[in-house]
């Protein structure tokens, strides 16, 4: 049976802890015994063909050390999965900052398109416990994280991590620590504002810790928490001068008052100000602390707490760093909980980084939004809207409405009694890297576009990266798998990226880019072509498209059909009639260049005999199951677009070139079980792709039932691909593999034939529930999800690929969001009266 827990049960969780039955449960104590990592060692015949690539490849990495460059993907220096997160705190495009599932605050994205992989022990919640005598009894952090070797060894560190657990439902996360000898519980949750469809809160940069102290004992006890962050990301620049503290007192406009400190300094030229608070109410005591030393022993303040449950009355700011010093500050709340009772109490973090910095300056959107709602007290006089200030207040007074719209949102998927346990756990958990992805949400500062149509005038400007160590912004090949999850969720954003890569379409760039894969050089966009991805952080991202340096996406054969595809998948969901007639003409255009590609004219785009398409290793040539699958499904989907505009030559131009598509498709692929890789006679042409059916995927999405590829052909080919990829690989633990020989061996022409991409698994199974083969989708995605987050701990960070065994490649990647698309394919199957299948859930 497969499960979203690690060593846990469900007697750990008592229900009048509020703790949810859903999500990725785990011990604190809990060790992964599975060390997988990066360091895959290619096979001879593999070594043999990128031996010119890697020769370019190196340098390539020379060229951008020597002018302090980051290569957008580092193969020299891959990150290797720490095995250590959780759900992520902050909403969307403002920045985000990791939490693990021990307690601690890592992997920082403050910096705009950097994910910065480091744990600060000072960030850290403290708690004290006094008995009705106001002595001290008790004072640990709480965290089980390993003690800092160096700094703040005066603090104790040792929290028994058999008696904490960690629940995970994004955007929300439930953290239970056990404190036995003084019959005491504490349950933090943290709420972070990522909700569907808003567009507002969802921008916010923060998120609230809700602590509820359960006293069990018969005797009233004192209980303090303090919250501790320093300034920084855990970078060598947090020691540069001029980093301020001052109080924060902000009252909001129905009586919720924010108290506590923020912490002003400057990253990269950008400035910041983190904030941290406290909801002022009856029975909460607050005090804080403006300055203590985070790189110290931290006597300062524990010895403080120790003593007095509390901190000091604190002047309203503290003196400027000098270079070399960093700064760390406390809020304190301190509750008197009667025995048999229990008492919350509400933080809230908050960073504000209003303008954020590439080769040019951009404004956050977030800054557009008015979260004022109050009067300002103190020195805060004229302080912007979305100051530190007005976000800690805003977020405390506004967290009950997040929780409510998040419960309305998850509620009907819970409820769903068909839904295997694992699935809702992934299904939103997944959701991270909305707004962990590197995800910048801005202003749009381009004064042509239309204010009454454009929806880029209201909602801004959206990007996310393709990985965490691959720094493109929207990589579109990557981007129509994970797609779904905000065109399901913020239809909105999905429609202003679709506006960034029209408005792409018509632009040339006639720099010659010298290309790692040949060693050719090429312009760097060329007219009429879908970019491969709209730049890199490091350049000027939307003005300097396609950083993409290993091949000519001019050339690439599915980022055209992927961007039509999209178009009407988009207008299924939405029915936004603007939407479609401003992306009419654009397909059009990238259609005719397709068109091209059909050196023969039967119909049929042609691979050229290099990687043209996302999988830039696995070389296709000639007709491809994968390309051709695409290409009728785009032209299927101009003719529905042609038939609503009542273009009547587009209507006869692509009725005709499908029927002709059609035939050629299944003369040349179809081999009476599944359909070739590609008709090249090559020694893997016969392979067994598992994405293979990606076109009728995407068709089926869109609610087509209309038969583009014959229905018993899909069925044989989906058949094929269960019994062969997915339990021929590993006995169906893992998902499906890419490639299979028709032997049943593991097709090893290239690395990537051999890995399973996670999100690519999502899609199939998505696929595999639109034709009525649910019980194989929930069992092929199970045992992917269970190596990932159970296994080999590397939920909140999942990569792009896994291979058979102690491998994986691209940590923190986009396309995994596809397991939206199974939520959209479970939910058009369950409006048609899908069976009830209650065994799916212990597959």
Known sequence: MLSSRTNMSTEDFPDDYNIPKFGWKVKMDHVFEEKWNQNLRPRWHQIYQFIPLALRYV????????HSRQPLMNYIKMETGKQIYGAPIGGIGGGTIGRGYRGEFCRFQLRPGRVEYNTVPANNFIVTVQDSQNKTVYQKVLSTYPKP?????????????????????????????????????????????????????????????????????????????????KNGCGRKDDRDPNCVSTTLDRKAEN????????????????????GLAV?????????????????????????????????????????PTASGEQLGAAVCSRLSVPASSSLDTEMALVWDMPKVHFQSWHTRYYTTQDFTTASVSGSEEGARQTSASVLCAYALENFAQWEEAIDKWQQPILDDSDLPEWYISALFNELYFVADGGTVWLVHNDKNIDPTYDPRHKYGRFAYLEGHEYRMYNTYDVHFYASF??????????????????????????????????????????????????????EDPFKLINAYPIHDVSEWRDLNLKYVLQVWRDFSLTKNERYLADMWASCKKVMDTAEAWDTDGDGLIENNGSPDQTYDTWVMKGPSAYCGGLWLAALYCMHKMAVHFADTDAIDKYAALLERGKQSFEEKLWNGQ????????????????????????????????????????????????????VMGFCEGRMGAVNGVLPSGQVDTTTIQSEEVWTGVVYGLCALMIHENMEEEAFLTAGGMFNTVYNRIGLGFETPEALYEKDHYRAIGYMRPLAIWAMQLAWQQRKNHKLPSHKHYAEV
Request: with cysteine; charged share 25%.
């Open 59 to 66: 340098v390539y990495h020379m060229y951008n050390a020597f």
């Open 255 to 274: 009586g919720t008052q924010a108290v506590g400190v923020q912490i002003s300094h400057r990253m990269d030229a950008m400035d910041y100000t983190y």
């Open 485 to 538: 999850a905000l065109a399901m969720l913020w239809p909105k954003l999905q429609e202003v990226l679709q506006y960034d890569i029209r408005d792409t379409l018509e632009q040339e760039n006639k720099t010659q880019r010298w290309h790692l894969y040949d060693g050719k050089s090429q312009d760097r966009k060329v007219k009429n072509t879908v970019p491969h991805d709209v730049g890199d952080p490091e």
């Open 674 to 725: 599944y359909y070739d890789f590609d008709s090249s006679q090559s020694s893997h042409s016969k392979s067994v792709m598992s994405d293979q059916l990606c076109g009728q995927w995407y068709l089926r999405a869109c609610g087509v039932t209309d038969e583009v590829f014959p229905s018993e052909n899909v069925k044989s080919a989906l058949k094929t691909i269960f019994r062969l990829n």
């Open 149 to 229: 070797k160096k700094q703040l060894s005066a603090w104790e560190w040792d929290f028994d991590g058999s008696q904490a657990e960690y629940t995970a439902l994004y955007p929300r996360a439930w953290s239970v620590f056990r404190i036995p000898d003084y019959s005491l519980t504490l349950v933090c949750r943290q709420v972070s504002p990522v909700i569907p469809d808003n567009y507002k809160d969802s921008t916010l940069p923060g998120a609230v810790f809700v602590w509820t102290v359960h006293n069990e004992g018969t005797e009233m006890l004192h209980v303090s928490i303090t919250f501790t962050f």
């Open 279 to 319: 909801k002022k109410k009856d029975g909460v005591s607050i005090s804080r602390m403006l300055r203590f030393d985070p790189a110290g022993s931290g006597a300062d303040i524990w010895d403080r707490l120790l003593e007095k449950g509390e901190l000091w009355a604190e002047p309203e700011t503290c003196n």
